[in-house]
């Protein structure tokens, strides 16, 4: 059997390679973390071990909960089995609470609990900063169909109540989330979750100190990065 890998997509903090078969693909978890459109960027040894072993997880409690994703399972310390999907070019974005670029865009102060969940949409192009669009541009670009974005907002609320309920358990908040859906390549009709869910594309803080378990660790100097996505490892207890 060949050892050499066809990287297919190389992203910032995970690259894409070809799979097994045509309906499958390899997604693998890098060391990188960046932020601010990649204007900060550093590495942290082990990061892509840890995200593959928390993101493995959640997807596989999702799936137990009837959410329909691209992964298919864990090959090793990087590598996760992936159905492969197109990619819809939209950052599906779930907040509870406002923290981040909704509190500076608004002016409101981080912590504020929302009175409902509130889903935003945000255009995947970097060269553009990502910029925030209505559910108007998708269908209207053609994105995605109007009952696509339909399906997709009804996965992203149970999506979000259905983690909301595994780390509040674990004594974490989560404050917001980013998500990706695609089309599955062996049936375009099907969208499914796909992409990673991690405290890279997560915001969680512990319910007593509100101490952050996220990214925001890095985008703000905040201390140990590794020791906060460890924490979020050990007490999912995936990590002893
Ligand atoms: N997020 C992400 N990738 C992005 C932008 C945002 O994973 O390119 C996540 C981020 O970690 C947070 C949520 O989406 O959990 C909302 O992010 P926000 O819009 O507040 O942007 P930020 O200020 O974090 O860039």
């Keep these: 059997m060949s ?3 066809t990287i297919l997509y190389q992203g910032k903090a995970k690259k894409i390679i070809k799979g097994p078969d045509r ?54 310390d990087r590598e996760q089995l992936i159905r492969k999907c197109e990619i819809i070019p939209i950052e599906f974005v779930t907040r509870n609470v406002v923290a981040g670029s909704i509190a500076k865009k608004l002016g409101l102060k981080e ?21 925030m669009i209505s559910r108007d541009h998708v269908v209207a670009f053609g994105w995605a169909t109007a009952s696509e974005i339909k399906k997709i907002d009804k996965m992203s609320l149970e999506i979000n109540r259905y983690l909301k309920m595994l780390f509040i358990k674990k004594g974490i908040v989560l404050i917001d989330f980013k998500i990706e859906f695609g089309r599955l390549a062996s049936n375009p009709k099907k969208i499914v979750l796909a992409d990673e869910i991690s ?13 952050k ?10 201390g ?10 050990s007490r999912l207890g995936i990590m002893h």
């Design 3 to 5: 050892s050499k890998k």
């Design 23 to 76: 309906h499958t693909l390899i997604q693998f978890f890098k060391d990188d973390a960046t932020a601010f459109n990649k204007k900060k960027h550093k590495l942290f040894k082990g990061k892509g071990v840890l995200n593959n072993l928390i993101s493995a997880f959640i997807m596989t409690y999702l799936k137990s909960k009837k959410v329909p994703s691209h992964f298919v399972k864990r090959i090793n």
């Design 111 to 131: 912590g504020t609990k929302l009175k409902k969940p509130l889903l935003e949409y945000y255009y995947k192009e970097d060269k553009l900063d990502d910029p």
């Design 199 to 211: 405290p890279d594309s997560c915001r969680l803080w512990d319910k007593k100190s509100n101490q």
């Design 213 to 222: 378990l996220d990214k925001d660790v890095f985008r703000r100097n905040l």
């Design 224 to 233: 140990s990065l590794m020791k906060a996505y460890e924490e979020v490892a």
